[in-house]
């Protein structure tokens, strides 16, 4: 009888355990979706960039300041995979965006492949932020560090959304 009260009694904690941890989660995501982006917004903003190729997959995305986004960009966990020649920048980055969207659905995170000045070719993220008068822009995101930046050494050519 003992043995089956602490069961019952660890199971009930063990519920409110998640459901708190759900809960803010939530109002995570709530913090960080403050601004709506139409896919016009990113056409105008993508169309800008020159690129050789772009897809923006979906119509409404909520993003949110450059700040806000910088912490939740460190969330993502892929950076914990280990680099090799089998599981490359490409690898990282779509595992990356793939892990984003489902932590955080309607973030404009995305693919881009870039080359750098001295030719070499690159895959990492990026993600379209809001600035306070509502401008978009956006930065890269180095999958295995989850550090935004932005190197005007990187010519991105292809980006996916």
């Not at 750098?116 to 690159?122: F, L, N, P």
Request: aromatic share 14%; with cysteine.
């Amino acid at each position: 009888m003992l043995i089956q009260y602490l069961k019952s009694f660890i199971e009930v904690i063990t519920i409110n355990i998640i459901e708190f941890l759900k809960g803010l989660w939530r109002k995570k995501q709530e913090d960080v979706s403050t601004s709506f982006v139409n896919f016009n917004s990113i056409v105008e903003l993508l169309d800008g960039l020159n690129l050789d190729y772009y897809e923006i997959i979906d119509d409404i995305y909520k993003t949110s300041d450059y700040l806000k986004i910088k912490e939740v960009a460190k969330l993502v966990p892929v950076r914990f995979q280990a680099y090799s020649k089998d599981h490359d920048c490409d690898n990282y980055a779509i595992e990356y965006m793939a892990v984003a969207k489902r932590m955080f659905p309607q973030l404009p995170v995305g693919i881009v492949h870039v080359e750098k000045t001295d030719g070499q070719r690159h895959a990492l993220n990026f993600v379209i932020t809001a600035t306070p008068s509502n401008k978009l822009t956006w930065d890269f995101i180095e999958p295995q560090t989850g550090k935004m930046f932005m190197d005007k050494n990187y010519k991105p050519y292809l980006m996916i959304c």
